[in-house]
Each structure stands twice: as C-alpha cells, then as structure tokens.
C-alpha cells in the first residue's frame, strides 16, 4: 500500500484503521491484536484512537493487545489525540482541556495506556473555545522535547485556527483530522481543504463512510445520491461503499481516510477503493446527488 509522508519522520499508510469502535465489551485485547495483524498483513499499518475513546480505555484495550505481540508495536504507526474531557461522574460535564499542563500529562498517560515508547502523531482533537495557542504550542513542543511523539497536529480545527497554533510551534502541524464524505462538505466549504494544500498538509478524513448514515437513510431526499451510489458500483464492477471512498481519496487534497469498520471483509473491500479511478464527471454526479449540493 502506498505512503503518505506527514512529515520528514512520518508515513502513514493511505488507508487508517480507526479504532473507535473497538470497545472492550464487544471486543477481548487478543480479538483486538488479531485485528492489527489483520491489517497489517494487508498494508494499513496506522491506527488512529484518543484519550477519549472508550471513555479513556481504547487506548488501554489497544496497550493490551500490543502486550500480547510486543513486535506488532515496530511494524506499526500510532495516532492519537488529546483535549476533550468525558463526563466521568456525576459532578462532571463534558468538556474541553487544552490547557499545557493537560496535555503533557494526557500525552503521558496516552503513552502509559498504549505502552510505547512514542506516539507517531499526537493530536488536538478539537477547536477549545478557551485555546491559548502559545501555550498549546509549548507544551506540545514539550512532549517533543521529552521525545513522547515524534509530530504533532490538530483536529477539527478551521484554517484561521490551525494558523494560529501553527504560528508558534517550533515544527509545522503536521496534519488536520477533518470530516469528509459523500455526505459531508463542511471543508470544501469553509477554505480548510483550499488551506491545506497550500499548506501542503494531507488531512486525515473521519468519517469517509459518513459514520454508516447513508445506506440507511430514510429521507426520500437522499434517494438520488443512494441511487447513484448503487448505479456507479454497477459500472465500476464494485460496491457502492467502495466508490464513496474513492469519491474521498479522488479530491486533489490528497486526503487520507480512517476508516471506521471492525470487520475483516468490510475492511478489504474498502482496499479496492485506491484502485478504482473514479471518472471526473461520475464525482460530479455524486456530488450534485447530495441534497445540499447544486453547481451554479
Ligand atoms: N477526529 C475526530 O473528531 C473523529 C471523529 C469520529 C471518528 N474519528 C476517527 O475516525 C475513525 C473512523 O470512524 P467513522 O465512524 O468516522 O468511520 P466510517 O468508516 O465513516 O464508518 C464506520 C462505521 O460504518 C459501519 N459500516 C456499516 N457497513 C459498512 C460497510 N459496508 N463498510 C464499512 N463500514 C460499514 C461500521 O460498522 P462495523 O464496524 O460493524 O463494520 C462503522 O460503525 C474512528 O475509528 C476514529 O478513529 C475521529
């Protein structure tokens, strides 16, 4: 499977394992481990979780599963994220922590519960209201300096924001973790996608499948963008879930999607997806299929 570079001192496969789903109640650390051998036999051998996930333990259930096969741990590149914080108990609420001392610490229980030495890519996760840029650059630089990560990036940030942190770490941000699919404009919309590649920054795409809303959609508006799906899988000789991955990986932005599913054979059909060179004008008819989209 192809690479894309991050940056000097990281690839990524072109394809990311998301590990959202894993959750400890549906899946054992060896189910987990198998998985990762799974993917790694087939070329995707980046993972994406956050101190998030699991309400704090997918980073935990993936620090086991690694335990079991301590070599899976060389052949493989990590991606985690910081910043948001779960209700925990009944005097918390949700909420946001990007404060310095926050993140050096989340970054180090992050590396506690994985059990590496260093996080490939350590993420942002969202845009904090109460974000100080300097001090987020500083303890991000921090993390680097103690050599806890080897790069470091944001997620769900808009371009004026990215800039803005971007201004004062002493290494570029290496990437923006953003939405896209067949379902979901917001950063060809906002400049984000126009942004990055001038940056020259590959977004890591969330949700490339629309998180599994669209094949069962019931709104007769999303009719046609279904249909066109189903038709285009019927030319390409595929499934429709293959060409609303291409229609992600086609976009000149050089997007890298994390793919959400937990299954095997889910996740090798999605592997045809780079294969299948999806014509100018059949993008252009999933994109006008939305029902939200019209060219003027
Ligand atoms: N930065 C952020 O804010 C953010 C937000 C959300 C997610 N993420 C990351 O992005 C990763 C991707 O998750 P996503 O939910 O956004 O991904 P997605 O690939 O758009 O959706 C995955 C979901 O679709 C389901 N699905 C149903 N039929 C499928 C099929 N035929 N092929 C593939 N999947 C099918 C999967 O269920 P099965 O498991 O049953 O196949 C899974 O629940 C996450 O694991 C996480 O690492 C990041």
Known sequence: MKKISLSEHVQVSSIIQGMMGFKREKFSPKEVMEMIVHRLAHGVDTFDTAQLYGLGDNERLIGEALALNP????????ITKTGIVPKLSEDDIWHYDTRGKSIIKACEESLEKLG?????VFLVHREDPLIHHEEVAKALDECMNRGYIKSYGVSNFDPMKFDALNAFTKHPLVTNQIEFSVDCFEH??????????????????????AQNRLMHHDSPEYKPLI????SLSLKYHTTPEVIALSFVMHHPVGAVPIIGTTKNDRFENLLLSPMIQIDHQDWFKIYISHPNRRLR
Do not use: A
Not at 116 to 120: F, T, V
Not at 188 to 209: A, C, E, M
């Open 116 to 120: 590496l030495k260093s996080i490939d």
């Open 188 to 209: 060809i919309d906002n400049g984000n996608f126009d942004y990055l590649q001038k940056q020259k920054v590959h977004p890591l795409i969330w949700g490339p499948l």
């Open 71 to 78: 070599q899976l741990k060389h052949q493989s590149t990590w």
């Open 227 to 230: 249909e066109t799906l189903y």
